[in-house]
Nanobody
């Protein structure tokens, strides 16, 4: 059974940084794509970042571009999302996704999804 488990969320102050982690079990995602989405209360799910199979292709949502960095560690079967200069608008549940071509995953069609981790940014 494949599982993705996110961690690293919490309550932070505006302007702080945060690193989210996602650990996969049940299969290796070496050679596969990873991504992050988020969903704020009352809003639709929003694309945050994705990374292709080799790590050379990275995509970022407009709202986090310049403040977010996605990184993968195939040896650990994990993906990370570094978020800097956090704003109240970044408050959301952040979901990890993996599996499939990076274009499909970026569009929200990743094969596997985690349960999410809450990030709350206070001013």
């Amino acid at each position: 059974q494949v599982q993705l488990v996110e961690s690293g969320g919490g309550l932070v102050q505006a302007g702080d940084s945060l690193r989210l982690s996602c650990a996969a079990s049940g299969r290796s995602f070496r050679g596969d794509s990873w991504g992050w989405f988020r969903q704020a209360p009352g809003k639709e799910r929003e694309f945050v970042a994705s990374i292709g199979w080799s790590g050379s292709v990275k995509n970022y949502g407009d709202s986090v571009k310049g403040r977010a960095t996605i990184r993968r560690d195939d040896d650990k079967n994990m993906v990370y999302l570094q978020m800097n200069s956090l704003q109240r608008e970044d408050t959301a549940v952040y979901y990890c996704t993996a599996g499939g071509a990076v274009q499909l995953l970026t569009a929200g069609n990743g094969k596997f999804w985690g349960q999410g981790t809450q990030v709350t940014v206070s001013s």
